[in-house]
């Protein structure tokens, strides 16, 4: 069950993006890009439940960890760990860990770890970002070499933050969002279709969300992903609250459970 992997590329792509200026002399940073961040802060902690029905099948968490320097920027520190539980433990078990470095003014990532097993099936990556070439090497490779990359591209964790500071008020029911994702040695790209907005139950209360659905690439055309839906916070934060995939009988959920130090205050009603 990979946990991490349905949730992340599944959220909005910042549109507030601020020109970095000409580029750089040698021997000098990068000139990358300002976002604007109002999402998140250092210490967040998202926990969610992963169930069919009153099954329980696994939880995810989410980490903002930390405050640290990579190539001479400030940057944030992510961990997401995904685990099986129950019954789920017996058929597919499952512990994953992926870390990221992402520039705290750019939203970029700089460095990337993944390390899960599905199964018995593992997979170990350790990336490199160079985003002044806009290249990304794997030096878990037996011959690392230098991936071309399109320009701010995410990793799997880095989009679900980086797509946490879009400036969402003026979306349109229909409106389509794009990320590009370097996983695996390739890169994903996905759009979001939004679908308007939906008062979504929780053990807190009710709290207003918008509705998306995930476009993903089948060759060169996009296709809706069938049965898939996401609700995140119709707020500053995106926190997401909800995903179902709906299968042949019923349909398995992933529910947020426990947060803590949320950057904004949670408007949940009664």
């Given at each position: ?103 705290t003014k ?29 290249t990304a ?134």
């Amino acid at each position: 069950m990979k946990l991490l992997t349905l949730l992340i590329p599944f959220f909005f792509l910042p549109s507030n993006v601020v020109d970095g200026g000409d580029a750089t002399l040698a021997n000098e940073q990068p000139a990358l890009r300002e976002i604007s961040n109002n999402a998140f802060n250092k210490g967040e902690y998202l926990k969610y439940r992963i169930h069919y029905g009153i099954i329980d099948a696994g939880i995810a968490e989410l980490s903002v960890k930390d405050i640290t320097s990579k190539n001479g920027r400030q940057v944030y520190h992510m961990v997401g760990k995904g685990r099986t539980t129950g019954m789920a433990e017996w058929f597919f078990k499952t512990r994953d860990t992926y870390e990221t470095y992402i520039d705290t003014k750019s939203i970029v990532p700089w460095e990337f770890v993944r390390d899960v097993d599905e199964g018995g099936y593992k997979i170990k990556r350790h990336v490199l970002f160079d985003h002044d070439a806009n290249t990304a090497k794997d030096i878990l490779e037996k011959k690392p070499k230098d991936y071309n990359v399109p320009e701010d591209v995410q990793d799997i964790l880095s989009a679900f933050y980086y797509a946490r500071c879009a400036e969402t008020e003026n979306m349109k029911p229909g409106d389509m969002l794009p990320i590009e994702i370097f996983m695996d040695h390739e890169i994903f790209p996905f759009q979001l279709k939004y679908l308007g907005t939906e008062r979504m139950k929780t053990e807190w209360g009710y709290i207003d969300c918008k509705k998306l659905i995930p476009v993903v690439q089948e060759g060169r055309v996009f296709r809706e992903e069938e049965g898939l839906t996401l609700w995140v916070t119709n707020d500053a934060n995106k926190i997401p609250i909800r995903l179902e995939a709906k299968l042949a009988v019923g349909s398995i959920k992933m529910d947020l459970m426990d947060f803590r130090n949320i950057r904004n205050p949670l408007q949940f009603k009664k």
